[in-house]
């Protein structure tokens, strides 16, 4: 197959989108009506303080599987809930960082240090017109990225990338995610590597399960969903059990500040914030290509860049609204930028990113990696289609967000109210029903309770919980991907070594790991 036709196919994955719902002959009114309802349910869920886009996505997974089923016309809509609520809750978290000093998502932290200000200042409907602004701006710029590169980047992978360049591409993922995540490379790794181990039980091509102690309830190995709702969400909501207990006391926001003077955002003053917008837009998109690194570290890249930019009478941190939007545009790119990795790769970006691959495998038909766009004029490739189709609902939330964003964005601020000793009890039990719900068996309650005290642990020993996660969704790839290139080495133990590119993908890991490994000793120096 010839380079001009993955370059056909990234041709097509922009301008034929709506093709898809016409070729699966899915029903365009529920795909976009999913795509609403969760672009709604984000900015509810980001205004929420507790609750985040991952968070509403993992509840969602099981309840939209049990309603759609497992057939490929439910695919479409489930992937659209999904885009929708992540878009949504970047959106979102900017309300209550705006309004009460308490960011709804972690990447709206750096939001509070200019938007509250201004919230005080009497101009909180200014500062939520700049960041609805600043953010749909940025996440806009950052889809026409995926929808260009994520193509090309597959052309390289599938065209020029064995069996063993690939497994030391997958390796090098997982050692960029390790090293770069949480505070210590170190615990980064053991967290891969347990992610790698957990994974290994009851799985492979032998003849006997692995691991299983010679039981059927590990024959088969822990379920995928189960093991990252318990990690990811209910390690999560026993350690704000546990901070809620030792803290003892009402962390409610205070009453929001009353409105004065001005609070339109005019054009002139658009204009005036488009060149912060510009580069946050560009530091986000780099930062959401690289898998693992998240929207916290593109906002703070933003924002200190955007520091350095500004010449205004108004100083970053004293309710400047160019301080605004340099966040919220940065952590906003992030959201489309993180799908090149998986839609080119087949490796998650961040944490929303792992839900939409867990609705691809559990519904089946769509494998996200290079394959995605392969192009050929004899025949429809399905999973071509579907990224159509993905394409298209990205482009319709972004649509959505344009017109009514700002509107129900400045109407969600009672949400970050609400207190956590009411929230966190409601997110366990929505958790738990919908684990049940996806599985039908008591035993994935237990295995999802022994998960969450997993990620608790982790949480208490600082150990990062998105490597473990990473780790636990490609070690099937992985281990399929190694087996097939030392078969076709012949058998070979140096397989991973004969080529030159998986040489360098080693050697690149191997050097991330020792660069993030003596940086903190270099810093302390």
């Not at 009851?202 to 102690?213: I, P, Q």
């Not at 394409?391 to 964005?409: E, S």
Request: with cysteine; charged share 10%; hydrophobic share 55%.
């Amino acid at each position: 197959m010839g380079v001009f036709d993955y370059v056909w196919a990234g041709v097509l994955a922009v301008f034929a989108g709506p093709v898809a719902f016409e070729v699966l002959g899915i029903g365009v009114p529920i795909t976009v009506l999913m795509t609403a309802a969760g672009f709604l349910l984000g900015i509810i869920g980001g205004a929420t303080p507790g609750l985040a886009g991952p968070f509403l996505m993992a509840v969602s997974l099981p309840i939209l599987l049990s309603v759609f089923g497992f057939t490929p016309d439910a695919l479409l809509p489930v992937l659209g809930f999904l885009v929708g609520v992540m878009k949504g809750a970047t959106v979102g978290g900017a309300v209550p960082a705006i309004l009460f000093n308490t960011p709804g998502t972690p990447d709206a932290m750096l939001t509070t240090l200019d938007g509250h200000p201004m919230a005080r200042n009497g101009q909180a409907g200014k500062a939520l017109r700049t960041a609805h602004f600043a953010s749909v701006t940025g996440d806009t710029f950052s889809d026409l990225v995926l929808f260009t590169c994520a193509p090309f980047l597959a052309i390289v992978v599938e065209a020029y990338l064995g069996f063993g360049e690939k497994a030391a591409l997958i390796l090098l993922s997982l050692a960029f995610v390790a090293a770069v995540v949480g505070a210590s490379p170190m615990k980064g790794l053991i967290a891969a590597f347990l992610g790698l181990f957990i994974a290994s039980v009851g799985t492979g091509e032998d003849v006997y399960s692995r691991l299983s102690l010679g039981t059927d309830t590990l024959s088969t190995g822990f379920p995928l969903i189960t093991a990252v709702l318990g990690v990811l969400i209910l390690g999560e909501v026993l350690y704000s059990f546990e901070q809620m207990w030792r803290n003892r006391r009402d962390d409610r926001p205070a009453g929001e500040a009353p409105q004065s003077g001005d609070n339109r955002l005019t054009w002139g003053e658009r204009r005036r914030l488009m060149p912060f917008i510009s580069v946050s837009a560009l530091i986000g998109t780099g930062i959401g290509a690289l898998p693992g690194i998240g929207s916290t570290l593109a906002a703070t890249l933003g924002y200190a860049t955007g520091q350095k930019m500004h010449k205004g009478p108004v100083p970053f941190g004293k309710g400047t609204p160019e301080g605004v939007a340099a966040t919220e545009a940065a952590n906003s790119s992030v959201s489309g930028a993180n799908l090149i990795p998986v839609l080119s790769l087949g490796i998650p970006g961040n944490v929303g990113a792992v839900f939409l691959i867990l609705a691809a495998e559990s519904i089946g038909g769509f494998n996200p990696g290079p394959s995605v766009f392969r192009f050929s004029t004899a025949e429809v490739n399905p999973e071509l289609v579907i990224a159509f189709g993905l394409f298209t609902t990205m482009m319709l939330a972004n649509v959505l967000n344009w017109i009514v964003g700002g509107q129900i964005m400045r109407a969600t601020g009672v949400m970050a109210r609400i207190p956590k000793p009411v929230l966190m009890p409601i997110v366990l039990l929505l958790t738990l029903t919908a684990i049940y719900v996806q599985e039908t068996d008591f035993t994935a309650l237990y295995f999802a309770m022994g998960f969450a005290l997993l990620g608790w642990g982790m949480r208490k020993l600082a150990v990062p919980v998105l490597p473990f996660v990473i780790a636990f969704i490609l070690a099937g790839n992985l281990e399929q991907t190694v087996r097939q290139a030392f078969a076709a080495s012949g058998g070979d133990p140096l397989f991973l070594f004969k080529s030159p590119l998986s040489v360098v993908f080693l050697l690149l890991g191997l050097l991330v790991i020792l660069f993030f490994l003596r940086k903190p000793a270099s810093e302390g120096s």
